[in-house]
């Protein structure tokens, strides 16, 4: 992590070419999260109508992923298991267990549902995690009690654009779930995803969430203000967005599955990555 900043830089895209030229702006990258979407949109272009095999299009991710590892030999790179609403934790951590081997730097990103968390409580002891698709404290919580004793790093994604898509204020979730784990180990680290705007970034780096991950055309835009810092008095301005406050009554310390995981953009969340990913390849 470079020093001049609060928090680790991600890039979040599907592209490698995007990721040397983030590299080369910034002088430096942390890492990069992936994802079904950004996959499927990357390979959408070369692919043109004939669809790929299952095999296929998995070798494709692993092609990519090890182009991006290559870029970013230090980085963390996030690799996406493939889940729809039905996909039973066994499944997700035996392709977790296969995706941690393609490359070194490795790390494997399971949904943020009961199932998910069944396979992330496992992984957790073998690889290193992201557990995205986070949308509440509730869940914060769960995949914090969940991923207790990890061995690896354990990643959190709060994907804030989505709720801000729907009148709802996304920075408000990485600020609770910030201000809850104060009172925890610190084996969870925030990664503010869905970043739309440099406000984002701005609120994430003064919140000191551990890492940000930012889509290619928002990081062009941070690098031609020179990668500005938030100043000592930043106020994030959420303009019409509605508050999501912090709830005093969800506190760290039951077993995760106690902890309410529902949020319908969650549920979302997982039917598009598969949408999409199967709009790529030949049902069989
Ligand atoms: O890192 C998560 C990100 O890929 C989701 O972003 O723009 O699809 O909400 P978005």
Redesign the pocket.
């Known amino acids: 992590m470079d020093k001049k900043f609060s928090a680790k830089i991600f890039i ?1 895209g599907g592209e490698p070419e995007e990721t040397k030229e983030a590299k080369k702006l910034l002088g430096f990258l942390d890492g990069q ?1 992936t ?1 079904p ?2 996959i499927a949109k990357n390979l959408a272009a070369s692919v043109s109508s004939a669809k790929l095999t299952q095999d296929e299009a998995l070798g494709e991710y692993k092609r990519i992923a090890g182009e991006i590892s290559k870029i970013i030999p230090h980085g963390s790179v996030s690799i996406q298991v493939f889940a729809n609403g039905k996909t039973e934790s066994e499944e997700m951590l035996s392709q977790a267990r296969e995706r941690t081997k393609w490359i070194p730097n490795a790390s494997i990103k399971f949904p943020c549902n009961a199932e998910g968390l069944k396979a992330a409580s496992v992984a957790c002891k073998e690889m290193p995690i992201n557990i ?1 698709l986070v949308f509440t404290q509730s869940q914060a919580a769960a995949v914090y009690e969940a991923t207790l004793g990890a061995k690896h790093p354990v990643f959190i ?1 709060p ?1 804030v ?2 709720l801000d898509d729907r009148g709802e204020n996304g920075m408000d979730v990485v600020s609770n779930m910030i201000k809850m784990y104060q009172s925890g180990d610190k084996h969870v680290e925030v990664l503010t ?2 970043v739309r705007n440099i406000a984002h970034i701005l609120y994430a780096l003064y919140l000191k969430s551990n890492i940000v ?1 930012v ?1 290619f055309k928002v990081f062009r835009q941070w690098a031609d203000k020179n990668f500005m810092l938030p100043a000592e008095n930043f106020v994030y301005n959420p303009g019409n967005l509605k508050a999501v406050p912090f709830r005093k009554d969800i506190m760290l310390g039951k077993p995760w599955q106690e902890y309410d995981l529902f949020h319908d953009l969650t549920d979302i969340g997982i039917e598009k990555f598969s949408a999409d990913w199967n709009s790529l390849v030949q049902s069989s």
């Open positions: 979040d999260t994802n979407t950004l995205t994604s994907f654009g989505r995803a869905s991950t889509p």
